[in-house]
């Protein structure tokens, strides 16, 4: 069982930066894929950012060149380092772990985000 804490959301104003950090129980050097995802009202979750073990990293084309994803293998965490906030950027965040190419596959409690003036 692997849990995920998210940290970092806040209110921020438009053209704003914020971190946010995730912190996993195990040891994310192994995990086969990690990355970020959001969800706003009414709508689907969707992946913003995701890294996997052989490094490679992929972002949503809404979030290119403004979001960096990066991490920590010592501390076992993840960071989503966003920049040039826009009120669209508004939502809850997700941690999102795979464990293995096949599965397990864990999420954590969410963190908001709200741009807004």
């Known amino acids: 069982q692997v849990q995920l804490v998210e940290s970092g959301g806040d209110l921020v104003q438009p053209g704003g930066s914020l971190r946010l950090s995730c912190t996993a129980s195990?040891?994310?050097?192994?995990?086969?894929?990690m990355g970020w995802y959001r969800q706003a009202p009414g709508k689907q979750r969707e992946m913003i950012a995701t890294?996997?073990?052989?490094?490679?990293?992929n972002y949503a084309d809404s979030v290119k060149g403004r979001f960096t994803i990066s991490r920590d293998n010592v501390k076992n965490m993840a960071y989503l380092q966003m920049s040039s906030l826009k009120p669209e950027d508004t939502a809850v965040y997700y941690c999102?772990?795979?464990?293995?190419?096949?599965?397990?596959?864990?999420w954590g409690q969410g963190t908001q985000v709200t741009v807004s003036s």
């Open positions: 195990g040891s994310i050097s192994t995990y086969y894929r």
């Open positions: 890294f996997t073990i052989g490094g490679s990293t």
């Open positions: 999102n772990a795979r464990v293995t190419r096949w599965g397990g596959e864990y």
